[in-house]
């Protein structure tokens, strides 16, 4: 009878001792889970903060990331209220017809960025476009003295960081400008139309960019490049660009910058390419423009990026722009500027507006001396990761008739548009493309 009591307590004693060892090996997958999930950017982490947790307790081997192939894809339905002719919307960038169903962009991106913690020091980009808005960066002979030779190409760059300092990185190629505050991907814009002066500052630059580091707030930036909008240089002149970003908070970002070039062509265009008369390729030019145009472009651009609280982020943006055909000509001034607000209301649901001015002094970005203005609000709704949508009412208007209407030759001094957008997004790239 004893053997029979003491068997039982045997088994409970041995049952509580693996009860304890489980609740042990519990306790130390939390920990490694918890160690794990400490070195993840978490959203709202400041970027001291985010650079504190992931760096490693001990050292470990490097971990090399793999190629990021993404795919981006933007459509829309725009109406226009003055219903105009051709249902042609003036000085847009992208959503550029309405009254119908149209493709802004279709993206592919691939990527590999330079992994310092990895040990690799070069990484390259390549953005493919097609789409409205490809027309509007690279479709026409204003860009470009051969247009179709890189109608679909929008990035193509390589990166090299060198060992110089805190850090030296130069890319060679061609890159999406960063004059003036707006992008070009519209799923990380405050607004989903683009503003006056995303549509006149350059799109892009081909040549030199190179960035240092001078601390961890400051940034310093040089271009070497052909010029505005070239990938292949018209001119043979080259063009300067300056730019220096401060951070001095983690919600506080301001950007400073000077552009100046030559941006006057000196060959005549070939619109219709053939086979040449001398031994080169088609569509380039050889015959010269006299007298040659020497006067300058110069830009100068600022914008400052405020997170007043996780909810509230507020914008504002400053150019000033004098272009000369010749040195003694007279100058063709552009200036103005914008303001932005976005209130996100919730997690997935936000609240966006813009207003903006631009004095177009001489023409050069309308093709009349005028005073633009315009006020837009978005809605924006993130239905899942990947997949947002876009309602936007925007009014345009100027101190002139100067906007299309149904009855062609007869101006109005506003338009007004409503336009709905949907944005699909995949792949392994985060954050702002």
């Known amino acids: 009878m004893r053997m029979l009591l003491i068997a039982p307590a045997f088994a409970a004693v041995a049952f509580a001792q693996e ?3 489980l609740l042990e090996r519990i306790r130390g997958l939390e920990e490694r889970l918890a160690a794990l999930e400490s070195g993840l950017s978490v959203p709202g982490q400041t970027e001291p903060a985010r650079k504190a947790a992931e760096a490693p307790a001990t050292p470990e081997a ?16 725009g109406y226009n209220f003055n219903r105009p002719v051709g249902r042609v919307n003036l000085l847009r ?10 493709l802004s962009q279709a993206t592919f991106v691939l990527e590999r960025p330079v992994e310092l913690a990895a040990g690799r020091r070069f990484g390259m980009r390549v953005d493919l476009m097609y789409g409205q808005a490809t027309e509007t960066l690279q479709g026409g002979a204003q ?9 679909p190409l929008f990035q193509a760059y390589g990166t090299y960081a060198f060992p110089l300092g805190s850090g030296l990185t130069v890319d060679f190629g061609k890159w999406a400008s960063s004059l003036g505050f707006e992008g070009n991907y519209a799923k990380d814009q405050i607004n989903y139309s683009r503003s006056y002066w995303f549509n006149f500052l350059p799109f892009y630059h081909f040549g030199f960019r190179s960035s240092y580091r001078i601390n961890d707030k400051l940034t310093a930036t040089h271009w070497l490049v052909n010029g505005a909008n070239q990938t292949e240089d018209f001119n043979g002149f080259k063009s300067h660009h300056v730019l220096l970003h401060w951070k001095p908070a983690p919600s ?14 000196d060959v005549e265009v070939v619109l219709n390419p053939r086979l040449p008369s001398l031994p080169t390729q088609p569509g380039l030019s050889t015959s010269v423009i006299r007298p ?26 400053g150019d000033y722009v004098v ?27 936000s ?16 093709g009349t001396n005028q005073t633009l203005r315009d006020g837009t609000l978005t809605a924006t709704y993130q239905l899942d990761t990947g997949f947002q949508l876009r309602a936007e009412y925007r009014r345009d208007w100027s101190n002139l008739p100067f906007f299309l209407t149904a009855e062609p030759g007869k101006l109005k001094r506003e338009q007004d548009t409503a336009t709905a957008g949907l944005i699909w997004w995949i792949g392994g790239k985060e954050g702002v493309w």
Do not use: C, M
Not at 143 to 151: L, Y
Not at 255 to 265: D, K, L
Not at 351 to 366: C, I, T
């Open 93 to 102: 960038a992208y959503d550029v017809t309405s009254n119908g169903f149209n």
């Open 62 to 77: 490097p971990r090399s990331s793999e190629v990021s192939l993404n795919a981006y894809l933007d459509g829309y339905y």
């Open 252 to 265: 506080l970002a301001w950007s400073i910058g000077y552009y100046a070039g030559r941006e006057q062509r």
């Open 323 to 349: 272009n000369r055909a010749q040195d003694t000509s007279p100058p063709a001034i552009v200036y103005g500027g914008a303001a932005y607000a976005r209130h996100q209301i919730t997690p997935k649901f």
């Open 143 to 151: 860009n470009e003295p051969r247009p179709q030779v890189f109608r």
């Open 19 to 21: 009860q304890r060892e």
């Open 292 to 317: 040659r145009l020497r006067g300058r472009l110069h830009v100068l651009d600022s914008y400052v990026s405020w997170g007043v609280t996780s909810r509230w982020t507020l914008v504002g943006e």
């Open 351 to 366: 609240l966006g507006a813009r207003f903006e001015y631009l004095r177009d002094k001489a023409g050069l970005f309308s």
